[in-house]
């Protein structure tokens, strides 16, 4: 396989990720987007996770994009919801413009508040084609509100996600933001294209009652699996990871 380093440009931010092309003579291929959730610590440049679970859906057969939502990693800007949104529209743009890319086949897979972020564009883009969410809240109502937003907002200047000083210029509108996306008011328009929601048993921060109220009002097709023994953070779960895999191969290549 071969990757390429590409920047998204967004709202004037430059976005910096990666695409993994598998090594075939069959294109073009179809397509997937890994999106991280919201960050939980300081940016770990040494940390190559992402690039190891796209060589993994790549060695399947997906030409497998990854990258940095605003405010994360080396990606300019700060953590936004809503801008979090035109970032992942952007990247399927990018995508949808590639030669290699079979278009019919492009699939989301995303974690956690990149989980929530691929509901929500997935029901409004019908350009994707399949969707997998690992530890997807259904809402945000646990974030706490504008009065009590202050320790929120200082805890993501604290790990880099939020740089700007005058940032948010209004807290109000940012929380919205939140509550715009919540899963549970867009899961339904994913059908009639195949949904998967993985969720950890134990997950202590998205409570797995979260995926029940998703896959309740989901719309078929759709399968709920809860990993016994798995917490939040699944893309280091293997077994997270195999589920997912095999599930991409039965929905996208048969």
Same mark, same amino acid.
């Given at each position: 396989?071969?990757?390429?380093?590409?920047?998204?440009?967004?709202?004037?931010?430059?976005?910096?990720?990666?695409?993994?092309?598998?090594?075939?003579?069959?294109?073009?291929?179809?397509?997937?987007?890994?999106?991280?959730?919201?960050?939980?610590?300081?940016?770990?440049?040494?940390?190559?996770?992402?690039?190891?679970?796209?060589?993994?859906?790549?060695?399947?057969? $997906?030409?497998?994009?990854?990258?940095?939502?605003?405010?994360?990693?080396?990606?300019?800007?700060?953590?936004?919801?809503?801008?979090?949104?035109?970032?992942?529209?952007?990247?399927?743009?990018?995508?949808?413009?590639?030669?290699? *890319?079979?278009?019919?086949?492009?699939?989301?897979?995303?974690?956690?508040?990149?989980?929530?972020?691929?509901?929500?564009?997935?029901?409004?883009?019908?350009?994707?084609?399949?969707?997998?969410? $690992?530890?997807?809240?259904?809402? +945000?109502? +646990?974030?706490?509100?504008?009065?009590?937003?202050?320790?929120?907002?200082?805890? +993501?200047?604290?790990?880099?996600?939020?740089?700007?000083?005058? $940032? /948010?210029?209004?807290?109000?509108?940012?929380?919205?933001?939140?509550?715009?996306?919540?899963?549970?008011?867009?899961?339904?328009?994913?059908? /009639?294209? /195949?949904?998967?929601? *993985?969720?950890?048993?134990?997950?202590?921060? *998205?409570?797995?009652?979260?995926?029940?109220?998703?896959?309740?009002?989901?719309?078929? /097709?759709?399968?709920?699996?809860?990993?016994?023994?798995?917490?939040?953070?699944?893309?280091?779960?293997?077994?997270?990871?195999?589920?997912?895999?095999?599930?991409?191969?039965?929905?996208? $290549?048969?």
């Amino acid at each position: 396989m071969k990757k390429r380093d590409i920047n998204l440009g967004v709202d004037g931010l430059s976005l910096p990720g990666e695409i993994h092309f598998p090594k075939t003579e069959k294109l073009p291929c179809p397509a997937l987007i890994l999106c991280h959730g919201i960050p939980a610590k300081k940016h770990d440049p040494t940390e190559r996770g992402y690039e190891a679970l796209a060589e993994r859906f790549c060695g399947i057969g $997906f030409v497998t994009m990854f990258f940095n939502f605003r405010g994360a990693g080396l990606a300019q800007g700060n953590m936004d919801m809503l801008g979090w949104t035109r970032d992942l529209k952007a990247a399927i743009d990018f995508l949808y413009d590639l030669d290699e *890319v079979d278009k019919s086949r492009l699939c989301l897979l995303g974690s956690s508040g990149g989980g929530a972020v691929s509901v929500y564009v997935a029901a409004n883009d019908h350009r994707v084609s399949s969707l997998v969410t $690992f530890a997807c809240p259904a809402d +945000f109502t +646990f974030l706490p509100s504008e009065e009590y937003s202050k320790a929120l907002i200082d805890r +993501f200047r604290s790990i880099g996600i939020i740089r700007d000083a005058d $940032f /948010p210029a209004s807290v109000e509108e940012w929380l919205r933001g939140f509550s715009t996306i919540s899963p549970a008011k867009w899961i339904d328009r994913i059908s /009639p294209r /195949p949904l998967l929601l *993985v969720h950890g048993a134990l997950d202590d921060i *998205v409570p797995a009652a979260h995926a029940h109220k998703l896959y309740e009002r989901a719309k078929d /097709p759709k399968e709920l699996i809860i990993l016994p023994g798995a917490e939040h953070r699944l893309r280091v779960e293997e077994k997270a990871i195999t589920t997912a895999l095999d599930w991409f191969r039965i929905s996208t $290549f048969n």
